[in-house]
């Protein structure tokens, strides 16, 4: 008995052996390798959506880099003082909430960073006859153009500005997915690491086939506004250059917006029309100047939010101005009262 045990014990063994690396090639049905997603162009679909999707989150601009926190920070609205924005009203930074809330900025945005260096790896990686038309210029522009952005973003929030002290430390800017401590740079490396990104990616985006002719042979285009297109990214190199002081950089890239507002017939991009803040009927107005749209995130649920942030419901949370405050910010004591969106942006809900 004794030898058969040892038999089979073998037996086993072997088996195991052999068979133990073909088991472990086996994935999770909910998981997918790295190598077999970005086989096909869908993968860099998705990896983009992903990143636009973690984006929306209200650690990002679903609401604290939106609405909220930073918007806070402005001094845009009458905070509650026994509310949750009170010690951000404050520059409170080190109190817990106020400390949270940073921790998740900086975390969530840099985990989309991270996924936009995964997407320029593999795009890297790629042969570009694995997309469709013109997709592979397209992707890679967004997803540097992106990193650019980010960063940027993350520069404005967490560093000093370049006419402070452009030799101050900046924030880690990471080009590449790993675990290793990225050093931080001066404020001046940083952000010439933010208008490289930005520069590679405005080069890229300008071969999008969205970028066409219409029938008079007017340059046209289909804007897509739920995506870091060609006109984000100059308008994006236009603000960057500016917070450098590079006026002259700046408004050459601010023009490229203007000039296509202005000039090119079915742009997809035009000023808001003074006759829709005329409306009488409330759901006519477009308040948010859609037409002028550059860049926007879709949040599934941000009607719950505003209607949260801005109405009664939010209690000692709202965010909303007083009337002096309003006032000030659409600097109606120098003359600027009629502007619309001093005229038409307020209304009052119910006894709030």
Known sequence: M??????????????????CNDWLDVSPKSQIKEEDHFGREGGFTDQLTGIYTAMCSQDMYGLNMGIGFVEVLSHSYDIDGNGKWRYAN?????????????????????????????????LEEA???????????????????????????LMRLFACAPAMDGNAKGV?????????????????????MVISDLLLAHDELALDTLNTYD?????????????????????????????????????????????????????????????????????????????????QLIINDWEDIGNYYFMKEGGSNVLNPSDATAQNIYEVDMGYGNDYRYLKGYEQDGDA
């Not at 004794?2 to 068979?19: E, G, M, R």
């Not at 042969?127 to 973003?153: I, M, Q, W």
């Not at 990471?174 to 404020?187: L, M």
């Open 2 to 19: 004794n030898k058969i045990y040892q038999i089979i014990c073998v037996f086993c063994a072997t088996f195991f052996l052999t068979s």
């Open 90 to 122: 404050e520059f409170n930074y080190s109190e817990l909430s106020s400390e949270e809330t940073i921790k998740n900025i900086w975390k969530s945005t840099y985990a989309c960073i991270a996924n936009a260096n995964i997407l320029i790896q593999n």
């Open 127 to 153: 042969d570009p006859n694995l997309f469709t038309g013109s997709n592979y210029h397209v992707y890679r522009g967004e997803a540097y153009g992106l990193r650019g952005f980010l960063h940027f973003e």
């Open 172 to 192: 880690p800017y990471v080009t590449a997915y790993s675990t290793d401590v990225t050093p931080q740079k001066t404020v001046n490396e940083t952000m010439q």
């Open 215 to 295: 029938y008079y042979g007017t340059p046209a285009y289909d804007l897509p506004v739920n995506r870091f297109n060609f006109f984000a990214c100059a308008a994006t190199l236009a603000k960057a250059y500016l917070w450098m002081g590079d006026t002259q950089n700046a408004l050459k890239y601010a023009n490229e917006v203007i000039n296509r507002v202005e000039n090119v017939r079915n742009g997809g991009l035009y000023w808001i029309h003074f006759t829709n803040m005329q409306q009488t009927n409330r759901n006519e107005l477009d308040m948010m100047f859609t037409s002028e749209h550059l860049f």
